[in-house]
């Protein structure tokens, strides 16, 4: 019998998880043929998530759970997922039902055909938000797309299921700068896209604001692109460019009408401008280094600080 993995990150959703466990039920209920596990990870959250989910794994075989000592993010909860689950087949699904868990029926039979490594989703339009949030998103897949090897689709969403095979690769992708649809589209594998319309959540609230949002899309091109660097070379090559040839005119000037070279107030633009340009360029090195720094230190992804059972990796 196979055995389905379902890795659930929850940062504050005490209301969502109940509803989530019923909906799974009737999934569970439909799929005799498979064993599950679902894998809740609980992601520090301050409210009474952990109580809901201990209490889920005590009334049901199937649920295991496994605690953060504090909020790592999405991403080291995904990872902490994947190193755990142990499943032939591993999805990740967001609490809030906005990843409909109806679709794993029709994932697992894409998978059970063998043409297919994984189905990934994506959604049909991005209706309901904010169109500031909408421009800049799809602004972040273009450019995302033109500088860096990573195969990122437009509306991706992080809810996918995978072969034990694709899911021990991405164990192995164990970087700390983590940016999972970068790492997805980076290992490649053949994938599935099943496209559904965007669903309002179960209940609570986002915990992305526009500001981590661009956050998280500025650490996914410096993971997975060294175009900003490349930039900075070319910004510097055309100012050294721009400057002989602006030498050569003044030159020129003097020699052939003898006139002094006037101009504070344009001599003053083009020192800050340059200024300006290397503090950016240095800011970007700047971010390299920094993400340079973090992986030299190797420090874990996640602290489990409690979990359901004895085979649980604490530290990861
Ligand atoms: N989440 C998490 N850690 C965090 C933030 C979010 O584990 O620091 C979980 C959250 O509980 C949810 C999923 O990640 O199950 C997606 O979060 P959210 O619904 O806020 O994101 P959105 O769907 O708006 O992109
Ligand atoms: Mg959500």
Redesign the pocket.
């Known amino acids: 019998m196979k055995k389905i993995s379902l890795i659930i ?3 504050n ?1 005490e209301e969502c998880i109940s509803i989530f466990d019923q909906e799974m039920e009737g999934i569970i209920e439909r799929m005799q043929e498979y064993e599950f596990e679902i894998l809740y990870v609980d ?1 520090g959250s301050k409210d009474k998530t952990l109580q809901v989910i201990r209490r889920l794994s005590r009334d049901r075989h199937y649920v295991r759970y496994l605690s953060f000592s504090r ?1 790592f ?2 991403e080291a ?1 995904m990872y902490a997922g994947f190193c755990n689950a142990t499943g032939d087949y591993v999805a990740v699904l ?3 039902l ?1 990843d409909p868990p109806s679709l794993l029926p029709e994932m697992v039979r894409i998978l059970e055909d063998g043409e297919y490594d994984s189905v990934a989703t994506r959604r049909k339009n991005r209706e309901g938000e904010p169109f500031i949030r909408s421009f800049f998103a799809r602004m972040f897949y273009q450019i995302i797309n033109k500088i860096s090897d990573a195969d990122i689709v437009d509306g991706a969403r992080d809810y996918r299921m995978m072969k034990r095979e694709m899911v021990d690769v991405v164990v192995r992708m164990g970087e700390q700068n983590r940016f999972s649809k970068g790492i997805f589209g980076w290992i490649g594998f053949r994938t599935y896209w099943y496209s559904y319309e965007n669903k309002e ?1 179960a209940s609570g609230e ?3 604001s526009f500001w981590k949002l661009l956050k998280y899309s500025l650490d996914g091109i410096v993971s997975f692109s060294q175009m900003p660097l490349n930039l900075a070379s070319w910004m510097g090559v055309t100012c050294t460019g721009m400057s002989l040839l602006a030498i050569l005119f003044i030159i020129f000037k003097k020699l052939a009408f003898g006139e002094d070279v006037q101009g504070w107030a344009s001599n003053m633009c083009v020192i800050l401008f340059i200024g300006g340009i290397q503090l950016f360029c240095l800011g970007v090195i700047g971010q390299y280094i920094g993400k340079t720094y973090a992986e030299t230190k190797k420090r874990p992804h996640y602290i489990v600080s409690e979990c359901s059972d004895g085979q649980v990796k604490k530290i990861g």
């Open positions: 990150p929850c940062y959703e992601d909020n993010g999405k909860a967001d609490a809030d906005q959540r986002t915990k992305w």
